[in-house]
């Protein structure tokens, strides 16, 4: 047989026009269909809605972010027990977390609740005599564990109150992140959603292309030569529909932009432009190789 | 080959204590009846199936313990030529052609060159970008055979490559194969067509229900 092939050498031989050989397996990629595109747009769908919510989140951890330092917990003494007001003020600042513990005067207190209720034609002395001893506590680090019951269990010693719809937006880090917590499963959820939207995709590709598979086994491919091809399909549809999400929000981003501007909020979407690209390549990635795990090419059966 | 049994998942006994010796080199015809077991023994010699029982050599490997690996260097070693072609009917001559090559990691600037001179080989350089459905059926099994010697095999598998054809054409089909073997690749074929043996004078050794019928010359 070597006979037959003698003369047989590297050439650079002309491929004619229109001509664009397409050889199956290894790097190259197969041919892109409707499947694949229908494929592509409803990634890039759930891809986008994964965008969105991260921006969601972006946007409430700044607006969270531009009023949490103005936050000042309030704790209340019954007026009646102001010979234990001394002793509760030095226990609150004995609480490492609370920087600063001031005691606001009743007068004080009575003029800010006047102007709150203006008109309510209260007087500012008969006021000052009804309201309660309060402390203004300023905190370091709203996100430590027990601060917020060691200040309840402070006032608690004193028969004081505290504050609690103040404690509660003090507190509102601890729902962001919760809330970030709901978003990585959602966009969990959302990825696996996407692997078997892919991987179903590529599993008709391979039924459609099982002769090639089996042809190529057959010709003693090695297993990663036939299923990469597979695999790149699959990273270019998870990619190309990242991609395509990003630039989806931006109509979003600038649609919002105006009304969050007043909330000190300014969404960056470039941000998002890797996570999405790379995040959607993995997932594809993963769908392909959901796909290809258990494609057999049998032959032991009669 | 020794004591070689088959028995399918399915219980079917394909073949059972074939005792058989293929020199390189050798042209050999399987025949005998449809179910007789030549179909099988082919996809035993390039790893389709694994023997039940019995040794089982292939080119110097054991194909009863062989891995996965060494069943793919067997298969790369290796050309088949299949009864119903299994031409890729979306894909070129040219693609269908430079297959093996392409999985042996041949680049297509590279491939070109040697699929157009093996199709030279088979009269149908003419055909490197045709699809095979413009192709009538003697030259659609003349891609199969170019795409079975295209990597140069030590050995050519082909399952009845005459099957489907009328008799000039598989006379045709034969007479490649013939010439393959002349150059010193070992061509072991199924055939029914009894009547080529005439023509194409070989080994023959005969099938029935699994077992060795006969082994002979035919002049």
């Known amino acids: ?302 | 080959m020794q004591r070689l049994m088959l028995r399918y998942p399915s219980g079917k006994t394909a073949l059972s204590g074939l005792t058989l010796d293929i020199q390189q080199g050798q042209f050999v015809y399987l025949v005998g009846e449809s179910g007789a077991g030549k179909s099988s023994l082919l996809k035993m010699l390039y790893g389709g199936v694994r023997p039940s029982s019995g040794l089982l050599m292939a080119q110097q490997i054991d194909m009863r313990e062989a891995s996965e690996n060494r069943i793919r260097d067997i298969r790369r070693r290796t050309g088949i030529i299949f009864q119903d072609h299994k031409l890729l009917f979306s894909r070129t001559v040219f693609e269908n052609v430079a297959l093996p090559l392409r999985v042996q990691g041949w680049k297509t600037e590279r491939l070109i060159p040697r699929v157009r001179k093996v199709l030279q080989y088979v009269g149908l350089e003419d055909r490197l970008w045709s699809y095979p459905e413009a192709l009538s059926g003697g030259e659609q099994q003349r891609v199969a055979i170019a795409r079975a010697m295209t990597a140069n095999p030590a050995v050519i598998l082909a399952d009845e490559p005459t099957g489907n054809l009328d008799v000039d054409t598989a006379r045709r089909v034969l007479d490649y194969l013939m010439d393959l073997n002349k150059q010193g690749t070992t061509v072991i074929m199924a055939t029914h067509d009894l009547h080529l043996l005439k023509s194409h004078p070989g080994r023959v050794v005969q099938l029935h229900a699994g077992s060795l019928a006969g082994d002979y010359i035919e002049y």
């Not at chain 1, 028969?159 to 609690?164: D, L, P, R, T």
């Open chain 1, 1 to 302: 047989m070597q006979d037959l092939l003698r003369g047989t050498t590297l050439s650079t031989e002309v491929i004619p026009d229109k001509i664009n050989p397409r050889l199956p397996g290894g790097f190259n990629l197969p041919p892109f269909g409707v499947h694949q595109f229908l494929a592509l747009i409803i990634v890039c769908i759930s891809l986008w809605a994964v965008g969105v919510l991260w921006l969601a989140m972006q946007g409430a951890s700044q607006w969270v972010g531009s009023w949490q330092d103005d936050i000042h917990i309030h704790v209340y003494l019954d007026a009646e027990k102001k010979d234990s007001a001394k002793k509760l003020e030095q226990e609150l600042s004995s609480i490492s977390q609370v920087s600063s513990v001031r005691r606001i005067s009743q007068e004080e207190a009575a003029r800010w609740m006047q102007e709150w209720l203006t008109g309510g034609g209260l007087q500012q002395q008969d006021l000052a005599k009804r309201l309660p001893i309060t402390f203004e506590l300023s905190l370091t680090d709203e996100r430590s564990e027990f601060l917020f019951s060691d200040i309840r269990d402070a006032a608690g010693r004193f028969s004081g109150k505290v504050n609690e719809d103040e404690m509660n937006l003090a507190q509102v880090h601890d729902l962001l992140s919760q809330a970030g917590l709901l978003a990585w499963f959602a966009s969990l959820v959302l990825a696996i959603a996407m692997s078997l939207i892919i991987s179903n995709t590529l599993r008709m590709t391979l039924l459609a292309r099982a002769d090639e598979i089996h042809l190529m086994r057959l010709l003693g491919a090695k297993e990663w030569f036939v299923r990469t091809p597979f695999i790149l399909e699959g990273m270019v549809i998870g990619a190309g529909a990242g991609v395509a999400a990003w630039l989806l929000l931006w109509p979003v981003v600038l649609g919002v932009s105006d009304g969050l501007e007043t909330m000190q909020v300014d969404l960056n979407a470039w941000v998002l432009l890797l996570p999405l690209f790379f995040g959607g390549g993995i997932v594809g990635a993963l769908g392909a190789l959901i796909a290809t795990a258990r494609v057999v090419s049998s032959e032991a059966s009669a």
